[in-house]
């Protein structure tokens, strides 16, 4: 497990061993403050850790006052070029800001920033991906290697590093998924920084959850990331479900249902997959640590998912409940999704 350092978004810990965090970002207009707000309150009703929205212009800055006052968690400014905007962001009230040193001119506007955030105790988040890197970095790797990104990232850093500022989030993405893996290893070795681990441009929702479950989950299998971002072409609440159930994969949040179904076969003799969806969908509010199964048939059923706290295994017309392996009783058909929940609201 890699040790970062601790950096803190508002009350919210990133890094140093602290749960790792889900974020998300608005992909309303900046210009329609209530839809972004209504958004937000959204994303945070859906668990999200951390909500990121674009400032491109000083009437965005109205943004901040609006969201931080509807929701509790923290609020990060994604901001490109203009210092003005960050400074303007600490004023306003932000948790964090997002952005990179050497985009924003001279060392006096660097250092304004990171004053104006040690102030506050306002962390930097500096992001670099394959299309972001210097000219210089560029034509001496040829191309947005790992060693690319990485050398980008830790170049921003120093600038902030100068002025003695360290409280800095990395994120060095690619949507090339080996490539963004083989570049957060390389950052993981190469400081302490808390890691901000995604893979940008996913795609959608059915290619991006793929390409993120592949990167983001490998990496977090070894103990790297300190936070996360599952970046589709979708809904952002659909982001958040994504990122809860990479850490639910690998047991590294232990809030919510661990749903196991079997893929069914011709020993199937009920609707499996109807029922599975249904139990997918009633159960996704539950925020109890618990693992359920809902299994094609009782020769496997029983036995396969015997880890399982509470699951159903189907029959002939009929189905049975069973706990850790162990049948408890048998239900019909039309009434074996309501008594598994039944079951649920006793444990």
Do not use: W
């Amino acid at each position: 497990m890699r040790k970062s350092r601790t950096v803190y978004a508002g009350k919210l810990p990133i890094g140093g061993g602290s749960k790792i965090s889900v974020q998300s970002m608005l992909n309303v207009p900046s210009t329609d403050v209530e839809g972004s707000v209504h958004q937000a309150v959204e994303l945070e009703k859906a668990g999200c850790d951390i909500i990121r929205a674009a400032i491109p212009n000083m009437d965005a800055i109205r943004l901040i006052p609006s969201i931080k006052n509807a929701v509790q968690i923290p609020l990060v400014a994604d901001i490109h070029f203009d210092y003005r905007l960050a400074l303007e962001a600490v004023e306003a009230g932000i948790d964090k800001i997002r952005i990179n040193p050497g985009n924003i001119g001279s060392d006096d506007h660097v250092k304004a920033v990171a004053d104006a955030c040690r102030r506050k105790n306002i962390p930097i988040r500096i992001g670099v991906n394959s299309g972001s890197l210097e000219k210089e970095i560029l034509a001496k790797y040829g191309s947005p290697t790992p060693q690319a990104l990485v050398e980008s990232a830790l170049y921003h850093a120093s600038l902030l590093e100068k002025f003695d500022f360290h409280d800095i989030v990395l994120s060095i993405k690619s949507s090339d998924v080996n490539r963004m893996i083989q570049a957060y290893e390389l950052a993981a070795q190469s400081c302490d920084y808390p890691l901000h681990l995604g893979v940008t441009e996913a795609g959608t929702e059915r290619m991006g959850l793929i390409k993120s479950a592949i990167g983001i989950g490998s990496l977090l299998q070894r103990g790297i990331g300190d936070t996360i971002r599952v970046s589709l072409t979708a809904d952002p609440v659909k982001e958040v479900a994504a990122g809860f159930d990479i850490l639910r994969a690998l047991d590294l949040n232990t809030e919510g249902v661990q749903f196991i179904s079997c893929p069914t076969c011709g020993r199937t003799r009920i609707d499996l997959i109807g029922i599975a969806n249904e139990a997918e969908q009633r159960l996704a509010g539950c925020k109890k640590n618990i693992k359920v199964a809902v299994m094609g048939c009782a020769v496997n059923g029983p036995g396969e998912a015997r880890e399982a706290d509470i699951g159903i295994a189907g029959g002939d017309g009929v189905g049975l409940i069973f706990k850790k392996g162990q049948i408890i009783r048998k239900v019909p058909e039309d009434q074996l999704l309501d008594c598994l929940m039944q079951e649920i609201d006793q444990m």
